[in-house]
């Protein structure tokens, strides 16, 4: 008796469980073991969906940085102080190209750098459609300018045609002509003659055309006494005068006050002996023209 009434407060404490309460008990663990699986696949889907975005948005924002560093490359100008510029954003952004953005933190500055690049690049835009809408307003009126210039110095050229023309023609017109030339044999008592042995000077009588447009004052005439053979008779080896830019040889020469009316004169040449048998050309010069020609004969005894 005494045995079995101590045997029940023994029971009490033997730490085992009823069939009922392990059942109960393992009821609870296993819905907390599925709750606990439960929230570890679901932290898990959110960790991969989290990540994709953020790979997503990490490449997208790649894209867009080598989309930019692709427009800079194309953006060219003269300007050595914009193309600086240029050059330097553009380094800018291969740079954060280079950095690995894995985080939320990270891709939030990688959109604000990325934000601030984008309005630096449309003022560089502006700026150079700018210069480039000057440049052709420039070009145009750099082309406007030559044209003209073109113009003007075909003008120019034409002027000096015609300036030209005009002064040859006032410098033909202005040549003081001779008329009436006429040579004569003479011997010594001033009378005609044809004999060599009588033969003492050759008169040669013209007259100095009026012109109004030559310039009056002292003209010196040049006359040429040219025999048969080609020679021409001279009274002095030194009587050179200046004729095209050349100096030629003349027989005689005399100088006369012109006031741009007709005048008569007259030169003679004295008899030097060298006159032969023949048909003789006389020519006259004044200021680098010929004014007049005229011949005579001496012919045989």
């Given at each position: 008796m005494t045995e079995s009434n101590n045997s029940k407060p023994l029971e009490k404490f033997s730490g085992k469980l009823s069939p009922s309460n392990m059942i109960a008990v393992t009821g609870v663990l296993v819905i907390l073991l599925i709750l606990l699986v439960f929230m570890y696949f679901s932290q898990n889907n959110k960790m991969v969906e989290m990540e994709r975005v953020l790979t997503e948005e990490k490449d997208s924002l790649a894209n867009e940085l080598k989309s930019m560093v692709h427009a800079y490359d194309t953006l060219k100008t003269n300007n050595d102080t914009l193309q600086a510029g240029l050059n330097r954003e553009r380094e800018r952004i291969v740079q954060l190209l280079s950095i690995n953005a894995s985080n939320a933190q990270l891709i939030k500055r990688y959109k604000s750098e990325i934000s601030t690049m984008r309005e630096i690049m449309k003022s560089y835009i502006v700026q150079i459609d700018s210069l480039n809408t000057r440049n052709k307003i420039l070009v145009a009126e750099n082309t406007e300018i030559k044209q003209q210039m073109k113009q003007v110095r075909n003008a120019n050229t034409e002027l000096s045609k015609v300036k030209e023309a005009l002064t040859d023609k006032v410098e033909i017109a202005s040549v003081i002509q001779a008329k009436d030339v006429v040579a004569v044999p003479l011997n010594k008592k001033r009378k005609e003659t044809t004999r060599i042995s009588l033969l003492d000077k050759i008169r040669v009588?013209?007259?100095?055309?009026?012109?109004?447009?030559?310039?009056?004052?002292?003209?010196?005439?040049?006359?040429?006494?040219?025999?048969?053979?080609s020679l021409v008779i001279t009274t002095s080896p030194d009587n050179l005068f200046e004729f095209k830019r050349s100096k030629i040889i003349y027989s005689v020469n005399r100088i006369v006050d012109y006031i741009n009316q007709d005048i008569e004169m007259c030169i003679y040449m004295d008899n030097t002996g060298d006159f032969i048998v023949g048909t003789y050309s006389v020519e006259l010069y004044l200021e680098d023209n010929i004014i007049g020609k005229t011949t005579f004969m001496l012919p045989k005894k």
């Open positions: 009588c013209f007259t100095l055309r009026e012109n109004p447009i030559a310039k009056a004052g002292e003209k010196e005439v040049f006359m040429r006494l040219i025999r048969p053979d």
